[in-house]
T-cell receptor, first 111, second 117 residues
Framework: LAKTTQPISMDSYEGQEVNITCSHN???????ITWYQQFPSQGPRFIIQ???TKVTNEVASLFIPADRKSSTLSLPRVSLSDTAVYYC????????????FGKGTRLHILP | SAVISQKPSRDICQRGTSLTIQCQVD?????MFWYRQQPGQSLTLIAT?????????ESGFVIDKFPISRPNLTFSTLTVSNMSPEDSSIYLC??????????????FGAGSRLTVL
């Protein structure tokens, strides 16, 4: 399983774009990159998943460079409600691959 | 995605007792996972529970302490046995769809917050 490294915490202000970068130098050829969001007293929630280049959905964008050794989660125009812990995970999309969480990034949005 | 109901949502328990957490899913799923999250920490995988087979435990977790049942494709239980204050945590049930793509995208229950006195 590829190990991931993220900043422990980040602060930003409402209305700003927030970019959280995750390093995964040992990513394997068939690994996907998945991001989860966790609010206090809730289980993690899937945000976005990608393999290469750029993926965008209604919540976020995920940028993956050609070497795939890192990825960046981009949250456009954050609000106070985006204050949460964000986890980057790397793994293969098959039923035998257990999913291990790293320490995550604690994002704090300020008014 | 699947909808997961966990019971109890929270409980306060006495040292030395055991508590069983239930996880009910609204659809049939192959893989279910149990995680523990201690205060302010990330999630730690306890075990993988597949229907019809013994649960597979991660390093540091044993069946005698955390027995798991998986009687069918929509239900699982995790028991925390002989509890001590160190077992105070949030216990989370999760499922994976089990098909490509996105087979490793998990859906989580709301968690069961255990406090052991």
């Amino acid at each position: 399983l590829a190990k991931t490294t993220q900043p422990i915490s980040m602060d930003s202000y409402e209305g700003q774009e927030v970019n959280i970068t995750c390093s995964h130098n040992n990513i394997a050829t068939n690994d996907y990159i998945t991001w989860y969001q966790q609010f206090p007293s809730q289980g993690p929630r899937f945000i976005i998943q990608g393999y290469k280049t750029k993926v965008t959905n209604e919540v976020a964008s995920l940028f993956i460079p050609a070497d795939r050794k890192s990825s960046t989660l981009s949250l456009p125009r954050v609000s106070l409600s985006d204050t949460a812990v964000y986890y980057c995970l790397v793994g293969a999309p098959n039923r035998d691959d257990k999913i291990i969480f790293g320490k995550g990034t604690r994002l704090h949005i300020l008014p | 995605s699947a909808v997961i109901s966990q019971k109890p949502s929270r409980d306060i328990c006495q040292r030395g007792t055991s508590l069983t957490i239930q996880c009910q899913v609204d659809s049939q799923v192959t893989m279910m996972f149990w995680y523990r999250q201690q205060p302010g920490q990330s999630l730690t995988l306890i075990a993988t529970a597949n229907q019809g087979s013994e649960a597979t435990y991660e390093s540091g977790f044993v069946i005698d302490k955390f027995p798991i049942s998986r009687p069918n494709l929509t239900f699982s239980t995790l028991t925390v046995s002989n509890m001590s204050p160190e077992d105070s945590s949030i216990y989370l049930c999760s499922v994976a769809p089990g098909h490509d793509p996105g087979a490793n995208v998990l859906t989580f229950g709301a968690g069961s917050r255990l406090t052991v006195l």
